[in-house]
């Protein structure tokens, strides 16, 4: 079953977007999950984790301060809130699995979700 990223899409500088993840057909209450993006002709950029029961997060210096990664275990669902939007933040955007205290992703990830800023 693969990850599913949504909420991209197209917003103005300063602007602000709130991501999802989900699993049908897959818990991801027992997993630490995390945020990454990727711009073509670009490695990929960890963005966030955050542990499975949400107690725990941590950030790439480059969106400190403004993304807030959060989950809703009821929900089985993921979320990044994305807020203070900058040009340099366009990229598709995948969640997936990750090991605690890496910023690479566990296993593969599925679907993501392109976000556009515009200057």
């Known amino acids: 079953v693969q990850l599913q990223a949504s909420g991209g899409g197209l917003v103005q500088a300063g602007g602000s977007l709130r991501l999802s993840c989900t699993a049908p057909?897959?818990?991801?209450?027992?997993?630490?999950m995390g945020w990454f993006r990727q711009d073509p002709g670009k490695e990929r950029e960890f963005v966030a984790a955050?542990?499975?029961?949400?107690?725990?997060?941590y950030y790439a210096d480059s969106v400190k301060d403004r993304f807030t990664i959060a989950r809703d275990n009821a929900k089985n669902t993921v979320y990044l809130q994305m807020n203070s939007l900058k040009p340099e933040d366009t990229a598709v955007y995948h969640c997936?699995?990750?090991?605690?205290?890496?910023?690479?992703?566990?296993?593969?990830w599925g679907q993501g979700t392109p976000v556009t800023v515009s200057s």
């Open positions: 057909g897959r818990t991801l209450s027992a997993s630490n």
């Open positions: 955050i542990n499975w029961n949400g107690a725990m997060t």
């Open positions: 997936a699995n990750i090991l605690w205290g890496q910023r690479d992703p566990f296993g593969s």
